[in-house]
């Protein structure tokens, strides 16, 4: 299976948090790719600029240790977002469902209106 990490379940992967239920983590371990959206980088590097985030690493550092493998925005992430009904206005969580529906990926978020879409998600 194929993976694509919401921002906020690469964070608390990170720091071990209680959020990420023994089946999410195992689901992760055991996964043959987890992916990290550039846009997830993108999201992180804004909220720390407005003091919203601390981070102990760069964001980069954190994928790289996890062993996760960046998935960059290409064009057709971008073209899918056009495809996508506005359910969720979120331009972070828009991309991130475009890349799962273009790269045939799973999505692992905590978020409920991913939900609206037409991905498949587990759930944190």
């Known amino acids: 299976?194929?993976?694509?990490?919401?921002?906020?379940?690469?964070l608390w992967w990170r720091v071990n948090s209680p959020r990420l239920k023994r089946a999410v983590r195992d689901a992760i371990a055991t996964s043959?790719?987890?992916?990290?959206?550039?846009a997830?980088?993108?999201?992180v590097s804004i909220k720390r600029a407005l003091g919203k985030l601390e981070l102990s690493q760069p964001f980069?550092?954190?994928v790289?240790?996890?062993?996760f493998?960046?998935?960059?925005?290409?064009?057709?992430?971008?073209?899918?977002?056009?495809?996508?009904?506005?359910?969720?206005?979120?331009?972070?969580?828009?991309m991130?469902?475009?890349q799962a529906r273009v790269e045939r990926a799973t999505i692992v978020t905590h978020d409920r209106q991913f939900g609206q879409?037409?991905?498949p998600t587990i759930w944190v």
């Open 40 to 43: 997830s980088g993108w999201e």
């Open 64 to 67: 790289a240790a996890s062993d």
């Open 96 to 98: 991130l469902i475009a």
């Open 32 to 38: 043959e790719l987890v992916w990290v959206s550039a």
């Open 69 to 94: 493998v960046e998935l960059p925005i290409r064009l057709a992430h971008a073209e899918e977002i056009a495809a996508l009904p506005p359910h969720h206005t979120d331009p972070f969580d828009r």
């Open 1 to 10: 299976m194929t993976l694509l990490l919401d921002t906020h379940v690469v």
């Open 60 to 62: 980069a550092s954190m």
């Open 117 to 119: 879409y037409d991905v």
